[in-house]
């Protein structure tokens, strides 16, 4: 009975960290989609380019990282030492994700 607590506990949890992750994608996707109103939108050569989203790796777990913060927005609680060398350095570069349904199948595929 212990164990499946456990389990059941783990699975809540990756849940919850997928979920807070679709936040974050779901706040970016909301700047892109609402743009400012005609009056005060600026012209092109002063526009600020939409903030990055990246899937990396924070103090050794995986991570997610919005604009250019050294510092995850949210870090899971996976650790990226349990993947494949190539999966690892991957993540050390950057994954950029354009959407919430990538980084949903990045999560399920690294997490699984």
Same mark, same amino acid.
């Given at each position: 009975?212990?164990?499946?607590? +456990?389990? =059941?506990? +783990? ?5 919850? %960290? /997928?979920?807070?992750?679709?936040? +974050? ?8 989609e ?5 009056? =005060?939108? %600026? ?22 990282? +919005? ?6 927005? /949210? *870090? ?18 950057? /994954?950029? *994700?354009?959407s ?13």
């Amino acid at each position: 009975m212990k164990h499946s607590f +456990a389990a =059941t506990l +783990a699975a809540l949890l990756l849940v919850g %960290t /997928i979920v807070s992750g679709f936040f +974050a994608i779901e706040d970016f996707h909301n700047r892109e989609e609402n743009p400012l109103p005609a009056e =005060t939108k %600026t012209s092109v050569s002063e526009e600020s380019k939409p903030e990055k989203v990246v899937l990396g790796v924070f103090e050794e777990k995986l991570a997610l990282f +919005a604009g250019e913060s050294p510092y995850p927005n /949210i *870090v899971y609680d996976f650790f990226v030492r349990n993947l494949p060398p190539e999966d690892r350095e991957r993540l050390s570069k950057g /994954i950029l *994700v354009s959407s919430e349904s990538e980084l949903e199948s990045l999560l399920e595929d690294f997490m699984s």
